[in-house]
């Protein structure tokens, strides 16, 4: 490491520049003096000569941690044979507890299987008796008078005998049960449901090794893409963009550029909406939205800097700023309910997105707290977390949520991005961990890890079940998305 840290001591941008601040805004990105005013220009820059005793006390801390690993290891050594015997039984004890909860399951469906099947009985039974019944009065049918007799009987019949024999021709007509059985299919999901989960450290273990997408492409960009947006109207592209770019490109999945504008100023955020197809995205410089037309134009003017936004299906435009989410339309007017402006509250919503099938509105929040200060602890009380809202921002759940249990032993630690599937579950790209998550978007538990990734992702879009990638070294990954809740048919 030593020996590539010298090759890299200097700026790839500037070449011979040395590095004299840090960027929070982008990772913590070493930054040298030309960088400061040009592609980090309003960013929040840190002297390096701050950073670095703390990413040394970071990496102290890790040596600590080894040396304190190892000294637990050679005291635990003698206890070796103890703990595989305890394993041995643990094991033994899960695999007699699942194989009780299938016999129990097996038991119930038996039991299911011969209520139908008693039920199928005894309406042949009743069938039978009627068909039965009927034959007799088909055979009675030869006693029955003629027409002469019956004339007769109407003309100077007695009460008695027009009674007796209008009751002959009105027997009730055979009509039996008519039966049909449709099976339905076997759903592996159900049956598991049903049978149990089995976790590992607290998670199911399906989330760990489930592979729910299948590489489609992989390039790379101009940039580290901050923003990724694919196009409904167009699956196989996406729209790409840098916090620090004035430029905007719409990319197919091998990374052609297909369309390139120019924006004039910085794009902070990027969005698509629904109904025309069109990009509007936010200026940090300025504090403006805009949409693009054949130009730029400007819709919405606020009074904090701007730092995401997302565009509803009824396209209404949210918007995040330094503490709060805010709702505009579309021609820079505040949307109000109850004459009060439409607001929720949010330290750092750095990206938004909208779910075109229930209209919620996902953002993710970094608690104003950056990436290395969280991991190494160094800012206590903070919390990252995506939180979701209905059309007019009340929270419908926020994760992790810490007064959960089930949330305790969770995956999400640093939400970077978060986009919706085509079934209103939550995807939240996660920069500790590098990997894509899926939240049910219903009840706010996290479903699976849907894709693990070779770098941290910076930003994720989703269409048609085609899920983009943007990572942190200019890769851009296309992938073939399954969601959870498609199952094959036993």
Not at 185 to 205: E, I, S
Not at 419 to 442: E, K, N, P, Y
Request: aromatic share 6%; hydrophobic share 30%.
């Amino acid at each position: 490491m030593a020996s590539s840290s010298t090759e890299e001591s200097g700026c790839s941008h500037h070449h011979g520049v040395q590095f004299l601040y840090v960027c929070s805004d982008c990772g913590e990105e070493l930054v040298c003096q030309e960088c400061r005013h040009d592609l980090h220009q309003g960013h929040n820059l840190t002297d390096v000569s701050d950073v670095i005793p703390r990413k040394r006390e970071i990496i102290r801390q890790y040596i600590d941690e080894l040396s304190s690993t190892g000294r637990q290891s050679n005291d635990s050594a003698g206890d070796t044979e103890d703990k595989l015997q305890e394993n041995r039984s643990s094991f033994e004890s899960l695999r007699t507890s699942i194989r009780r909860q299938g016999e129990a399951m097996k038991g119930v469906v038996e039991a299911v299987v011969d209520r139908l099947v008693n039920v199928c009985t005894d309406i042949e039974r009743s069938n039978a008796k009627l068909i039965e019944n009927y034959k007799t009065s088909q055979e009675r049918e030869s006693e029955i008078p003629q027409v002469d007799v019956c004339e007769e009987v109407i003309r100077s019949g007695t009460d008695t005998e027009v009674m007796k024999l209008a009751q002959m021709f009105q027997s009730a007509p055979l009509k039996i049960k008519m039966v049909n059985y449709c099976p339905r299919p076997l759903v592996t999901a159900q049956l598991q449901h049903m049978l149990g989960a089995l976790t590992v450290d607290g998670l199911h273990h399906e989330y760990q090794r489930a592979k729910t997408c299948t590489i489609l492409s992989q390039f790379q960009h101009l940039s580290t893409a901050s923003t990724c947006r694919a196009i409904e109207s167009e699956q196989d592209q996406a729209w790409l963009s840098h916090w620090g770019d004035s430029v905007i490109y719409r990319v197919d999945q091998q990374g052609l550029v297909k369309e390139k504008v120019c924006c004039g100023v910085k794009v902070r955020h990027m969005a698509l909406c629904p109904e025309t197809g069109r990009v509007w995205f936010c200026c940090w410089e300025d504090g403006t939205v805009r949409e693009i037309l054949d130009q730029p134009v400007t819709r919405i003017v606020t009074d904090l800097s701007p730092m995401s936004l997302c565009v509803t299906v009824d396209c209404t435009v949210v918007v995040g700023v330094a503490g709060d989410i805010r709702l505009y339309t579309k021609d820079g007017h505040t949307v109000t309910s109850n004459d009060l402006p439409c607001t929720q509250s949010a330290v750092t919503p750095h990206h938004l997105a909208c779910c075109s099938q229930t209209g919620d509105i996902a953002v993710a929040d970094n608690d104003g707290v950056v990436y290395d200060e969280y991991i190494s602890g160094s800012r206590t009380g903070k919390h990252p977390h995506i939180k979701v809202m209905d059309k007019q921002l009340c929270i419908r759940f926020r994760y992790p949520d810490t007064t959960r249990w089930s949330d305790i032993h969770q995956l999400l630690r640093y939400p970077y991005d978060v986009c919706f599937d085509r079934m209103g579950d939550i995807l939240v790209a996660d920069w500790a961990t590098h990997s894509v998550l899926q939240i049910d978007g219903g009840r706010g538990h996290l479903l699976r890890t849907v894709y693990t990734c070779d770098a941290a992702p910076h930003t994720i879009s989703q269409q048609g079940g085609v899920l983009w990638v943007g990572l942190v070294g200019r890769t851009v990954r296309v992938l073939k998305h399954r969601v959870e809740h498609e199952e094959e048919d036993l």
